[in-house]
């Protein structure tokens, strides 16, 4: 069955510094997403991602964060200048278009744990 | 501001018992309600419902949505400890310059004794 991948499964980074996180997501998916989980907290939103360009993020997206699809299966998170408080699992996820004016479920990654000392 | 409410917070069960999570949500341009099972890491599928009052049942799970309440419950009957676990509600948003955002609530911890 087709799945979203995630790397690294987990990531210690300290803080100020610049990481990447990779996701592959479906391959027939169109519309990509980063959600965050801090321990404990709720999954959050961060960004969507449809046609090449950011379609909707939240205020937890500031401008140290940026998304690219560099080609056509990986989907990347940027964090420019880590902080502690961005220590997080953070999911990937990927859905098809709609189909026939419904909705179609996301399916998630298996998540990057991102520590930052 | 978008909201996902879910109840209980935690849960512990035995085996063979039968659990009810509730889920209300306040959702602008809400489109569906989901759930998922968050086990270790990954929040798996389970359903998604865009209709009110139609069930939607796989093996011994089932929910359906109340869209003039704005809630959603998720029945599993006869538990088993393979059902331990975060079960997550999340609410579709889309419409506007939205597209397909969802909403999390907090989660509900089943967890089950043999």
């Known amino acids: 069955e087709p799945e979203v991948t995630q790397t690294p499964s987990h990531q210690v980074t300290q803080m100020g510094q610049e990481v990447i996180l990779r996701c592959v997501p479906i391959s027939n998916h169109l519309y990509f997403y980063w959600y965050r989980q801090i321990l404990g907290q709720k999954v959050e939103f961060l960004v969507s991602f449809y046609n090449n360009e950011i379609s909707e993020k939240s205020e937890i997206f500031d401008d140290q964060f940026s998304v690219e699809r560099p080609d056509g299966s990986n989907f990347t998170l940027k964090i420019r200048s880590t902080k502690l408080e961005d220590s997080a699992m953070y999911f990937c996820a990927s859905r098809k278009s709609w189909q026939g004016g419904l909705n179609t479920e996301a399916f998630f990654g298996q998540g990057t744990r991102l520590t930052v000392v | 501001e978008d909201k996902v409410v879910q109840s209980p917070l935690s849960l512990v069960v035995h085996e063979g018992d039968t659990v009810t999570l509730n889920c209300s949500y306040e959702v602008t341009n809400f489109r569906s309600l989901l759930w998922y099972k968050q086990e270790k890491k990954a929040p798996t599928f389970l359903f998604m419902l865009?209709?009110?009052?139609i069930e939607k049942k796989s093996g011994r799970l089932s929910s359906i949505l109340d869209k003039k309440e704005l809630f959603s419950i998720l029945n599993i009957t006869a538990t088993q400890t393979g059902d331990s676990a975060v079960y997550l509600c999340a609410a579709y948003n889309a419409g506007g310059t939205s597209y397909g955002k969802l909403t999390f609530g907090q989660g509900t911890i089943l967890t089950v004794h043999p």
């Open positions: 865009t209709s009110s009052g």
